[in-house]
């Protein structure tokens, strides 16, 4: 799955370059993504995915605020030609990849200092007191006007085969505000051609 925190119509196009074969399933934007506080967050939560199973990789430790267990904090490229750090961080994917918990292998494992960095102290700044990361301190009041939201009609993902159904009637108050987002993966071959 590959999450961009670009808008659709800019990131599609630049992942259909990056993976011109389709390698990666799904894809989400800026559009999927919780904005709070003037920030768009990654929220995995959403995903209606096991977070034990789940690993995000950015450079910006705000993108996944909500979930820093989950996250590796990849060092910034900047047109640098000679740049190997998502080279570097092969032998820890792999490593994760074979792992029974992404959370745990995250936990005990560190990855390459040339390729991750350390996690950072939580930012009390974004929500303005302390101790309230993670989904017990998401409060929608809080979210701020965006472009565009998980409920834009800019982009849609699809229901993935097998996922349960999600019944907006039945949320807890102690839920999130959104939808789980579903994907449809893209069909078994079908190639993803690039325009140059």
Not at 5 to 14: N, T
Not at 156 to 170: A, I
């Amino acid at each position: 799955m590959c999450i961009k925190l670009f808008p659709f119509q800019y990131a599609d196009p630049v992942c259909d370059r990056i993976d011109p074969t389709g390698y990666f399933k799904h894809r989400l934007f800026r559009e999927s993504c919780v904005c709070f506080k003037s920030n768009y967050i990654k929220h995995l939560a959403f995903l209606g995915r096991d977070l034990d199973q789940i690993c995000i990789i950015d450079n910006s430790p705000i993108s996944f605020y909500f979930h820093r267990q989950n996250a590796l904090q990849i060092v910034t490229w900047f047109d640098d030609p000679t740049d190997t750090a998502l080279l570097d961080l092969i032998p820890y994917l792999k490593g994760l990849a074979e792992a029974p918990s992404v959370l745990e292998y995250v936990s005990q494992f560190a990855p390459p200092p040339t390729a991750a960095k350390a996690q950072p102290d939580i930012s009390p700044w974004l929500f303005g007191a302390p101790g309230l990361g993670g989904w017990g301190g998401y409060n929608d009041e809080d979210d701020e006007e965006c472009e565009t939201g998980a409920d834009s009609d800019v982009y849609s993902p699809l229901r993935q085969e097998g996922d349960e159904e999600l019944d907006s009637s039945n949320s807890s108050p102690s839920s999130s505000p959104h939808d789980i987002i579903t994907m449809a993966p893209r069909p078994a071959g079908e190639a993803v051609t690039a325009n140059t």
